[in-house]
């Protein structure tokens, strides 16, 4: 074992998963397991729901081939800027370099108070600024409280000026699940001042010719977008400037948190360094990836093509992912296919309901029974035992021709709102493996392999993991 090899083995592909904030990854750990004990080296595995591109990550760096595949043109940008490996991090690393030296100016006009640095900014929901983290004289953080003069100044310094750059103007689409009201834009989820800022960075990036380089500042632009938006709310038991996260929608509460745009792109691009350097000592050179955007109904690949599948199905109407992804696209500028997205949305503008979801569910779990190798396997990952779609999806696979495997439960640290509020709720994911026969074949009924999934959770889980709610 070489140097170089005994340091590779030292690498995690942890700093990997933080490149982007994308939703939805699981956990590194179990993607490698999945894909080490159900495929070879040089197999072909393939997930026709890829999103953040998990499966890719690690199928990569074990030496297997793979197809991601995602509708969401977003997720494509996001997967391909991961695993792109035609790339030179010191032409990056120079690149920013010159850029920063651009928008340091933009920076000291923006974030700069009394020749301090403004790191955030605590704004009412009607973007008056309230308080200022700022870095003092001594390089120390420190809160600052505006008096109302000081207030109304910033405020007019904002609102007199006119934006000369591109910015997304693009309507959101109305889902009260999303706290969008059919009335919001793009452009009205950021501050005056953060929009500014995201513009002429923007320009600046486009600026340069088209590279590999280029797409990966653009990745770290994205990366940011929802961070110095009005989306970060202060985790007020901690302090009312207390950093939160953008979860997921568009909700704005009544106060926010308006982050510095360029300390916190530097922050992104740091991030996105150390997740590529990682990548590029991990990754199998011998082996290779390709990104579709198929209809997960309708995949290009041809019957018979595929190794090993691994997906997270779309959760029905739990996470809307397009519709959440609004920010990215419209800035990248991105055409998207709303009418094949398999979800059921609350939106009056879609067709998207659970009749709908459970013929799409079918329509995706017959393409991904064509293009899989007979006796070879399929493994999906799902976030609840209740509800309309877990049915769909259950009625799907039993008149497909799969056969139950194996099954198991991944505890999770957070939970989405649909497993805090289903009768029949599990705290985590449920990792679930079937084989393609050759033939549709019920060895076991689903409310069989259904009863089985509830004996092992309620054996292996303490008491406040699996509840009961909704009586």
């Known amino acids: 074992m070489n140097n170089k090899t005994k340091e590779n083995n030292n690498i995690t592909p942890s700093s990997i998963y933080l490149m982007h904030k994308y939703w939805g990854k699981k956990p590194s750990d179990e993607l490698k397991y999945q894909v ?3 495929s070879k080296k040089n197999d072909t595995v393939f997930d026709p729901f890829a999103g953040y591109g998990g499966l890719g990550i690690e199928a990569m760096i074990e030496g297997r081939n793979v197809i991601l595949n995602d509708l969401n043109p977003a997720a494509n940008f996001i997967a391909e800027s991961i695993l792109q490996s035609d790339i ?36 009412k929901k009607d973007d008056t600024p309230l308080k200022l983290k700022i870095y003092n004289s001594n390089k120390k953080i420190e809160e600052y409280t505006l008096t109302s003069k000081e207030s109304k100044e910033i405020l007019e310094s904002e609102n007199n000026y006119k934006i000369k750059s591109w910015y997304p103007k693009n309507k959101i689409i109305q889902n009260s699940r999303i706290c969008s009201n059919g009335k919001m834009k793009i452009c009205d989820l950021f501050p005056k001042r953060a929009l500014i800022c995201q513009s002429e960075l923007f320009r600046l990036i486009n600026e340069f010719p088209d590279s590999n380089e280029k797409e990966l ?27 939160g996260a953008w979860m997921t929608g568009f909700y704005i509460g009544e106060t926010y948190l308006e982050n510095n745009v360029f ?21 199998s050179k011998n082996n290779h990836y390709s990104i579709i955007c198929n209809d997960a109904k309708d995949l290009s690949l041809d019957s018979e093509s595929v190794d090993f599948v691994f997906t997270d199905f779309p959760y029905g109407d739990t996470v809307p992912y397009f519709e959440q992804s609004q920010i990215w696209n419209a800035w990248l500028s991105k055409e998207v296919d709303y009418e094949n997205e398999i979800v059921v949305s609350d939106s009056k503008e879609r067709d998207k309901n659970q009749l709908n979801f459970a013929r799409d569910i079918d329509k995706s779990i017959s393409e991904i029974c064509r293009v899989l190798k007979t006796n070879k396997y399929f493994t999906f990952t799902f976030h609840s035992l209740s509800g309309e779609e877990w049915e769909a999806l259950s009625n799907s696979l039993l008149n497909h021709a799969f056969q139950f495997v194996d099954f198991k439960l991944l505890i999770q640290k957070t939970f989405t709102p649909r497993q805090l509020n289903r009768k029949q709720s599990i705290k985590g994911d449920l990792v679930v493996t079937y084989k393609k026969v050759k033939q549709k074949q019920i060895t076991m ?16 889980c303490k008491p406040d993991e699996l509840y009961e709610t909704n009586d």
């Open 36 to 38: 080490l004990k159900y």
């Open 263 to 283: 300390h916190y792109f530097e922050n992104r691009v740091k991030k996105i360094i150390k997740g590529k350097e990682d990548y590029l000592k991990l990754y």
């Open 445 to 460: 009924d689903f409310n069989t392999i259904e009863g089985k999934i509830l004996e092992e959770i309620k054996s292996k």
């Open 217 to 243: 500042l653009k990745f770290a632009f994205t990366s940011n977008l929802a961070n110095c938006s009005k989306l970060v709310q202060p985790i007020t038991s901690r302090g009312e400037m207390s950093q």
């Open 88 to 123: 030179d991090l010191n032409k990056f690393k120079s690149m920013f370099k010159e850029l920063k030296e651009k928008y340091i100016i933009l920076e000291y006009k923006w974030y700069s108070f009394l020749d301090n640095k403004i790191i955030t900014i605590l704004r």
